[in-house]
T-cell receptor, first 116, second 115 residues
Framework: GAVVSQHPSRVICKSGTSVKIECRSL??????MFWYRQFPKKSLMLMAT?????????EQGVEKDKFLINHASLTLSTLTVTSAHPEDSSFYIC????????????FGPGTRLTVT | GESVGLHLPTLSVQEGDNSIINCAYS??????FIWYKQESGKGPQFIID?????DKRQGQRVTVLLNKTVKHLSLQIAATQPGDSAVYFC??????????????FGTGTRLLVSP
């Protein structure tokens, strides 16, 4: 149980285009999902907290107009990287917290974004 | 500022040895900690957690120790196996139980297990 998926697992896009990454909780409902970014050989950095049906809460320094987050249902949150640039290339990981309670976050497998 | 960090960036051990991975934290108000394992190209995998009202917790082949006096956390892996090779992160839950909870990750330690 408690499986989180991400799609796509890898994506390559050209500068200036937008890319959407999906995060799904497969066997539980998640009122809260989190988006992280991870650079090579570095730790995970929280980008934003996404609550179902409301606006995401972004961490300091994260541009909300650049990284659009939508959490339209209890099992799906999306992260859209708009007008991507090479410096947006990174490993993006989502996590989800079960709506039934608890504080544990279940992590997705990550999405490798490469902007050329 | 507040941070969660690790003392050793890389730890190399022989198969069968016991491994100890350390973590220091600075937020004395934190009362919940988690250890994660991350293999290359994958998301973090939960290993074990501990609340601040405990100083030790054991799982299968893993033990987490918490020393609140010096704000130190460690993960002990018994009889380390090649499959344990990964990066290990400690993480701290900020403001647990208040509805505003977020994980703050440490810098990570790479564990290399040689056969």
């Amino acid at each position: 149980g408690a499986v989180v998926s991400q799609h796509p697992s890898r994506v390559i896009c050209k500068s200036g285009t937008s890319v959407k990454i999906e995060c799904r909780s497969l066997d539980f409902q998640a009122t809260t999902m989190f988006w992280y970014r991870q650079f090579p050989k570095k730790s995970l950095m929280l980008m934003a907290t996404s609550n179902e049906g409301s606006k995401a809460t972004y961490e300091q320094g994260v541009e909300k107009d650049k990284f659009l987050i939508n959490h339209a249902s209890l099992t799906l949150s999306t992260l859209t990287v708009t007008s991507a640039h090479p410096e947006d290339s990174s490993f993006y990981i989502c996590s989800a917290r079960d709506a039934s309670g608890g504080y544990e976050q279940y992590f997705g497998p990550g999405t490798r974004l490469t902007v050329t | 500022g507040e941070s969660v960090g690790l003392h050793l960036p890389t730890l190399s051990v022989q198969e069968g040895d016991n491994s100890i991975i350390n973590c220091a934290y600075s937020n004395s108000a934190s009362d919940y900690f988690i250890w994660y394992k991350q293999e290359s190209g994958k998301g973090p995998q939960f290993i074990i957690d501990i609340r601040s009202n405990m100083d030790k917790r054991q799982g299968q082949r893993v033990t987490v120790l918490l020393n609140k006096t010096v704000k130190h956390l460690s993960l002990q892996i018994a009889a380390t196996q090649p499959g344990d090779s990964a990066v290990y992160f400690c993480a701290e839950i900020r403001a647990p139980g208040t509805g505003f909870q977020k994980l703050v990750f440490g810098t990570g330690t790479r564990l290399l297990v040689s056969p």
